[in-house]
């Protein structure tokens, strides 16, 4: 048997009544003389609740030295052995405490980090579904009771009539679930991938278009079966191109400036491949112009007719897009006014003013671009001061406020899974790519100065800058995948074709160049 204190053979031993351990008499008398409890289990001990160990063959233990002999320097040396056993002791004792609470803060931690783990992948999955389903940046427009009374159609209102409301969400509902489809399946080879992209190469060229003495094309779009173009020109007027035989098979004139941006209808959430292809020829296409007025053609046997002019703007307009729905039409201008319209009727179903008085977020309101949520839910505006706002088309109302670019955002673009926002500027050499679950920037991406447009393909695998070159960046990451030679002119406008995954290009050279890998 072992002293609990000392861990050696007890020379006069002692049992306690309470926990059973066994002590050297003296060191667990000197103990409880300082503590008062069992040095094991610190339960309150006392002198009686100890017990005399009866051990053979007992030792004559020599007679306690005196301080002037060698037995004297040996009881010093026992008396610090003493000292130094009972401070063992303690420190084996708190270390055990410590081990104990170590284990249990590791264990703690551990069960913490797994909650928070769990926690923000529940977040980011709402946040996802938030953005797929409802489309939604600030406020959850779709609970919002609108009670109050709507403006005259044809005047405008800060919210859309009941009917527009509702096809927008239908829209919504319907394109949620198809577009995570679609852009699950992707395209069939050959469409371009971030690893073709590589390849790609000028394989065509439709050249002099629009007028020489006010040379320059500054919009360009491409309809939904791939088999039209539709290019705006600084001459004032409007192309329809046939791809296949680079034949114009319309001139839409009207404006009294320069063409500033051009659209189909049917283009939104076109599939890419060849599916595509079967698409219909799209019933309208749409103009706007620094004359401040924005045109809507229909579409009329083998040609395009001018229906309506949309008017009320104060300033050029800079930005058009064709609603998701295909029913209707919104633009921006540099008055600070952005506004929907109904293709078919030219109704103004929604204009939402500039603010009569400064607003306190310190961006401007002078609209330099315009586009449309692939759910149709939000629109964005970019400002000349190079924030961009995102608003619900609905309610009329700021859902968010992205700041940072140098310059006016001259060029904005959605990704088609909904996730993303390209936002480049002309003072600026590199495009910011913003991740609208996070409402921050998720990459920014190096270009050279000048960028006058960008485009996500119908992929969401490849995102296109024009400008001074042609760059293509693939992957999550937007590497680069192909670089062009310097443009001659500048590049102002460039489109995917959704059939054929075809990268078309124009500029101020008066021509639409056709890039396939």
Known sequence: M?????????KEPVVSKKSGHVYERRLIEQYIDEHGTDPVTKEPLAMDDLLTLQSTPRTAFPRPPTHSSVPSLLGALQNEYDAMVFETLELRKQYDAVRQDLAHALYTNDASMRVIARLMKERDDA????ASVHASLGGASGDVDMTHEEAPASAGGLTLPAD????IDATAAHESGERRARIKRGAPAPYPTPATATNLHETQ??????????????????????????TGGLDKTVLVLERATDKVLATLQGHTQAVTAVAFSGRSNA?????????????FAVSASADKSVRVWRHTGETYELLHVLQGAEAEITGVDVHPTDAFVGCASRDGSWALYALDSGACLLRVPPPTHAGDDGAGMVY??????????????????????????KLGRQSALFTGHAGAVHSLHFSPNGYLLAAASRDDAHVKVWDLRKLAVARTIEATPGIE???????????AIVGADVRVMGGKTFEPCFVS?????????????????????????????????
């Not at 002099?208 to 360009?220: M, N, V, Y």
């Open 368 to 393: 330099t671009s315009f586009a449309f949520h692939p759910d149709g839910q939000l629109a964005a505006t970019g400002t000349a001061d190079g924030a961009i706002r995102v608003w619900d088309v």
């Open 127 to 130: 946040r996802e579904a938030l």
């Open 2 to 10: 072992f002293c609990a204190i000392s861990g050696e053979a007890p």
């Open 485 to 517: 030679e310097p443009c001659t002119l500048p590049a102002t406008s460039v489109q995917w074709s959704p059939v054929d995954g075809a990268l078309l290009v124009a500029g101020l050279d008066r021509a639409v160049h056709t890039y396939l890998p």
């Open 453 to 463: 447009q960008v485009r996500f393909d119908p992929t969401a695998q490849l995102l």
């Open 205 to 230: 060229s439709i050249s002099a278009l629009h007028s020489a003495s006010s040379p320059g094309i500054q919009a360009l779009d491409v309809s939904a079966n791939g088999a039209l173009l539709l």
């Open 271 to 283: 599939a890419a491949g060849p599916g595509s292809s079967e698409a219909p020829l799209p019933p």
């Open 164 to 167: 527009a409301a509702a096809a």
